[in-house]
């Protein structure tokens, strides 16, 4: 026991100076924690420096874990699988297998309930963070139960029912718009006839795909982004949200009682400009992903448009990219990540067919350049020393040479296309890499384990 005690004085005695440096050479949280285990001074230490990293914050970023369903198929807790040795821990975090997880940010999953309260998670200390519920989520799924009934009232009819709807549940309002049969179309030639009809066809394909794909409430958000980690700074976090139907925006602040809801009565004209075209070209189904970055959340949608939200006192939202058609089929899938370089990359997704059935066979990669001037997106061949982790996640660069084991230069990716788990099940998981096109796959489900939720990649968290 002396001796024990005699070598864990020793330790203690290293200079702060030497200790900081030492952490701040450390890139895994895994030798974060060894690190912690040698004694209480170096926990202490440790604990100060993953709070308040006196080097740069950007080498806080872990590296991802792929959270699966146990070799078991246990129906309380899930395995973590490292890209880096392609092996399974052998602990295990208790989140049980039949709930899907709406997201993950800073080590926190995200959780909606049948009531459409949101929880976020750490498995990894165990505390729970309980939101309340988004009420605009009861409107939709009110219209969804009603509208067999809605169908056969004459169109003004239910147009004045929906506005009850919307005012009981504090719903957007929207400009009544006449019935079909009302409108004539006029077509100048052929071409604009084909248009016309590519149009109904994918909007029969909205209708299809659209209210199973968020009839059950653990499916109604598609993306949760923190703006820390609630741990660090349990007062002053957001929660940015993409939500419902039309994938639209909502955020919440540490203490709030009720979320705001980013609609276009609060945005400038230029904004407004974009989300009222949404209704015609559907756009406010395309809103796909949200990074955080120097006290902004970002949002980027399928067809190019980037927002800028801030958030902190005065909500005020920018256009910073218009429309494009770079990429606005439906078997192309939208991610934003922030690089490790400060860098916001639009990256896509290509499914192999239409209809999402397959496997990813590509990934394309846009930079935004001339942030301050003109800013659009610019296709880029390579990211460098960086690794993307993209899926239900919060999307994560970092820097691979940190990592023994992960590849520079490369996208990791996992299914998140949830639209279509009945086809094979959520088992799209692989790794791309840009220098040569191709797709590997790093770990493979066993096919009972396809029958549960899918995947979703985690940062392990100190705290």
Partial sequence: MASQSNSESVWASLPEELLDSILGRLASMVDFIRFSAVCSDWRQIAYE?????????????????????????STDTRSLYDVRGKRLYDFRVKVPYHRRCAGSSHGWLIFVHDSYQVTLFNPFSGKSIHLPPIRRLFFEKRIRDEV??????????????????????????????????????????????????????????????????????????????????????PNGYFLMVIYGTQSRL??????????????????????????????????????????????LFYVLDKLGVLLSCDVKTNLKVEKITGLDTLHNKWNHKTYLVESSEGDLLRVIRVIEDEYCYGM?????????????????????????????????????????YDFVGCQ????????????????????????????????????????????????????????
């Fill in 360 to 400: 990813t066979i590509k990934f394309v990669v846009y930079k935004l350049v001339d942030f301050c001037g003109d800013p659009h997106w610019t296709e880029v061949n390579s990211l460098g020393n960086d690794a993307l982790f993209l899926g239900d996640n919060h999307s994560i660069s970092v820097v691979a």
């Fill in 148 to 233: 067999d009934e809605m169908s056969v009232l004459p169109h003004f009819e239910k147009y004045q029912y929906e506005k009850k709807l919307r005012d009981e549940y504090d719903e957007e309002e929207e400009e009544y718009v006449p019935d079909i049969d009302e409108i004539v179309f006029y077509s100048d030639g052929e071409d604009e006839g084909d248009e016309l009809e590519q149009d109904e066809e994918e909007e029969s394909r909205d209708l299809e795909f659209g209210p199973k794909r968020f009839h059950e409430s653990e499916y109604s958000i598609v993306r949760g982004v923190l703006s820390t980690n609630p741990e660090i700074n």
């Fill in 49 to 73: 420096n993953y709070r308040n990293p006196p080097y740069d914050p950007q080498r806080r970023h872990q590296l991802p874990l792929l959270m699966v369903p146990t070799p078991d198929s």
């Fill in 250 to 295: 909502a955020f919440i602040k540490s203490g709030d009682q009720h979320w705001t809801y980013i609609d276009k009565s609060i945005c400038d004209q230029n904004v407004r400009d974009v989300l009222e075209s949404g209704y015609v070209h559907r756009g406010l189904w395309y809103r796909r992903d949200i990074v955080y970055r120097n006290s």
């Fill in 408 to 463: 520079p230069n490369s996208i990791y990716f996992c299914d998140d296309c949830d639209d279509f788990y009945n086809h094979g099940g959520p088992n799209d998981i692989g790794v791309f890499n840009l220098q040569d096109g191709c797709v590997r796959r790093h770990y493979t489900l066993t096919h009972s384990q396809r029958l549960m939720p899918p995947s979703i990649w985690i940062s392990p968290t100190f705290l």
